[in-house]
């Protein structure tokens, strides 16, 4: 049986690491701290418009696989510029003041986003280009833990020490964290011989529209972008709403934080690490169903808590068991798109895949809040409903058995 690399896992789980950091505070910090200071709820689950350029990089991920540095390194030249950004952006939220600054504050959290997300592209592909089709699994588990460790650390484990570190040190931490990944990177040297290799292989403009139309017409993929556009989004109705639920109910800030925040995704980055060695022992799309069906019994927990009324003991469970099903879904699915991905144009199609999964999560915010905040949907109707839709998803792996157990017919042979 042929090894994993571990410099490559190590590699790419440093740069995944990095561009997890501004989601995390985005989605798991900033919710507590707005809600904390009176902030309205529909207001809070509108938030997800920074996360804008997750949803749109792939308008842009063209120009990061057509052009490059031969003699930085194709990737390199694109990942080096963007991590450097990272820090910038962080480095300056650190000094805006909070109070009376949220207009500020926030337009830096969308510039951390838009740094993260295309160098996002960079790596996605640079991980296509690098991993061999037995460390699929592997590579995963390591782009799934790396990014959730970002938000673990942006979202968890600093606001855990908010009460010492304050909102300056949250920023400064992260900036001095991509900092040292900037260094890992700068000392990594791109393989000149995949890089030579696509070279010859860099498709002009119109054989890359060419080839994003045929990948797009390849029997299936229809279904396939419904199955990845929807996987989460009833899942992420319950946890839009989670963290704020908790908070009405009296838990403190800084509980939250470290239920959900910091043993929640420790939870997940198991959860990662279980789904990549399934996704390496079984079918990947038998690995799919077994998580999606896993995955909807703590939604429905959750659903039972808003119903009458959360513990302590209750809350840290279902949280538990959330993340860590959640976290071998996600990995799962993430190893099936790449097995699906054509390596001529790596970046773009992944990408592709990638921008679908984070569009189709998008409504789920607004949706939550909608219901909420304007219909007079209780939390529990608003949960209940989200487990239902995360049923009804299962459904869709049907029409993908046909079609996912062959390789695209444009992919090279590995």
Not at 67 to 72: A, F, L, V
Not at 136 to 159: E, P, R, W
Request: hydrophobic residues 50%.
């Amino acid at each position: 049986m042929k090894r994993l690399s571990y410099r490559k896992v190590g590699l790419l789980g440093a740069l995944y690491f990095a561009q997890g950091m501004p989601y995390g505070f985005q989605a798991k910090a900033l919710p507590i701290y707005l809600r904390a200071n009176g902030v309205e709820v529909m207001t809070i689950t509108f938030l997800e418009v920074l996360a804008l350029p997750w949803m749109l990089k792939a308008l842009w991920a063209p120009l990061v696989d057509r052009y490059g540095s031969e003699r930085i390194g194709r990737r390199k030249s694109w990942i080096l510029p963007m991590q450097a950004g990272l820090v910038l952006t962080c480095v300056a939220a650190a000094f805006v003041p909070i109070e009376g600054q949220l207009p500020l504050l926030l337009g830096l959290v969308f510039l951390m986003n838009l740094f993260a997300a295309t160098q996002d592209i960079a790596v996605d592909g640079f991980a296509v280009d690098l991993l061999e089709p037995h460390e699929l699994g592997g590579g995963n588990s390591a782009q799934v833990m790396g990014y959730k460790l970002g938000m673990l650390t942006a979202g968890g484990l600093l606001v855990w020490m908010i009460d010492i570190i304050h909102w300056r040190g949250v920023f400064l931490a992260m900036a001095l964290l991509s900092l040292l990944v900037l260094g890992v990177v700068l000392l990594t040297r791109e393989r000149r011989g995949a890089v030579k290799a696509m070279e010859i292989e860099r498709p002009s403009w119109p054989e890359l529209r060419d080839k994003i139309r045929a990948v797009l017409l390849l029997p299936g993929t229809g279904w396939m972008l419904l199955f990845i556009g929807t996987y989460k989004l009833g899942e992420t109705m319950v946890d839009v709403l989670f963290k704020l639920f908790l908070l009405d109910a009296g838990f403190k800030a800084s509980q939250i934080g470290q239920w959900v925040g910091t043993w929640g995704t420790v939870a997940s980055l198991l959860g990662s690490a279980a789904g990549g060695l399934l996704a390496t022992r079984m079918p990947v799309l038998g690995a799919l169903a077994l998580a999606s069906c896993l995955r909807v019994f703590p939604l429905g927990w959750e659903w039972w808590l808003a119903l009458h009324g959360p513990t302590p003991t209750g809350v840290i469970a279902a949280t538990v068991a959330e993340n860590f099903f959640g976290g071998v879904l996600t990995t799962t699915l993430f190893a099936f798109m790449m097995s699906r991905v054509d390596r001529r144009i790596g970046a773009t199609h992944y990408t592709l895949l990638a921008s679908v999964e984070v569009i189709g999560k998008g409504p789920s915010g607004p949706l939550a809040g909608l219901l909420y905040s304007k219909l007079g949907w209780s939390y529990a109707q608003v949960f209940l409903l989200g487990t239902v839709l995360s049923v009804a998803f299962v459904g869709l792996l049907l029409p993908l058995r046909r079609t996912a157990s062959r390789p695209p017919s444009t992919s090279p042979t590995v």
